[in-house]
């Protein structure tokens, strides 16, 4: 079972830019998917959580109206549209399946980690 997260880049303050995670080995259609952060130095944080359909969605209020998680099944893909980027989103993003029940902000609730993509937002 792999994930792997792809899509990151260097890009300028309020580019945009859409990152891929794309699962092999098993089908996660029927689990949240989700997306966190870590910037160098600091703890992995939470981004975005994706229910079974796209119709369930929470975000961090810091990339709440910015950044669209959805999902394709059907590829096996989960997706982060991120817009008006910022210098303070510059961070190593992985994806995850969460796997178990309780806060979509715990990284311990998550499994099969992708290796992360880098995005850098220069100022």
């Known amino acids: 079972v792999q994930l792997q997260a792809s899509g990151g880049g260097l890009v300028q303050t309020g580019d945009s830019l859409r990152l891929s995670c794309t699962t092999s080995g098993r089908s996660f259609s029927y689990y949240m998917m989700g997306w966190f952060r870590q910037a160098p130095g600091k703890e992995r944080d939470f981004v975005a959580v994706i229910g079974v359909s796209d119709g369930y969605t929470i975000y961090a209020d810091s990339v709440k109206g910015r950044f669209t998680i959805s999902r394709d099944n059907a590829k096996n893909t989960m997706y982060l549209e991120m817009n008006s980027l910022k210098p303070e989103d510059s961070a190593v993003y992985y994806c995850?399946?969460?796997?178990?029940?309780?806060?979509?902000?715990?990284?311990?609730?998550?499994?099969?980690w992708g290796q992360g993509t880098l995005v850098t937002v220069s100022s």
């Open positions: 995850a399946v969460k796997h178990l029940s309780g806060s979509v902000h715990d990284t311990g609730r998550y499994a099969y």
